[in-house]
């Protein structure tokens, strides 16, 4: 509650700063009050481009069709790089090598499905939100795991350094948990009963197990989340106009057009 309370702040804080055209810059072609940015205006690794960092396995946030990463992070940072007259170039690489990439500033932002957490905003900042998460079990049909207590004991298959993985160390121990590069490599060692269960973010779950015969998920919510980008601490003018361009894409109605446009049912 108290979370959705400080969105609401935040939302008429942001409203009221756009009505009062506090912040944004605009340009004379700019249509109902949007701002268009001038690339010029932030620093970024490839000039005028806006370089993205994530692992294109996490349908339906970043998946392949045929050589394309698309997907609803790849549409957002597509909208996002428009309001800043920027170029989006998409990098796929391994979930666990994104946070260095965009530390090390071989990227420019992170943008993977990515939960916000204390420990992660230690190496990087976090843009204002975008998505909830949910963190889902899926199992086997007639498998005698039936809530998250039934997991004890039992060997989860998770993607290394997500937050299913840290949730399922945490409170299953790390001797019961098989860590994957990809969602899917756990979600196959399920299917071939290499483990009993797979912690992972609902959307994928859902995309997984309509794809894979035969496997269910818990009707429980084992942990909730939100998702954000993640940039580089030393480029808080980046994070800033990414915060304005989002705000605005809120604003618009762009950002949830694009979240239903991929999540058909809830
Ligand atoms: N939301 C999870 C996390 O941030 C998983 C993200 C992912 O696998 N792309 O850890």
Known sequence: MKKKLLAAILCVATCACLLMGCGGSSSSDSAEGSSQADASAVTTVTEGVLTMATNAYFPPYEYYDGSEIVGIDAEIAKAVADKLGLELQIQDMEFDSIITAVQTGKVDIGLAGMTVTDERKQSVNFTDTYAEGIQSIIVKEGSDIK?????????????????GDIYATDDYGKENVEEYNKGNDAVQALVTGKVDAVIIDNQPAI????????????????????????????????????????????????????????????
Do not use: F, M
Request: proline share 0%.
């Open 147 to 163: 809530s998250a207590d039934d997991l004890k004991g039992k060997k989860i298959g998770v993607q290394l350094s997500t937050t």
């Open 207 to 266: 995309s997984y197990v309509a794809s894979n015969e035969g496997l269910v998920i818990l009707d429980t919510e084992y942990v909730k989340e939100e998702y954000a980008g993640c940039i580089s601490k030393d480029n808080e003018e980046l994070l800033e106009a990414i915060n304005g361009a989002l705000a605005e894409l809120k604003e618009d109605g762009t950002i949830q057009g694009i979240l239903d446009k991929y999540i058909v049912s809830e």
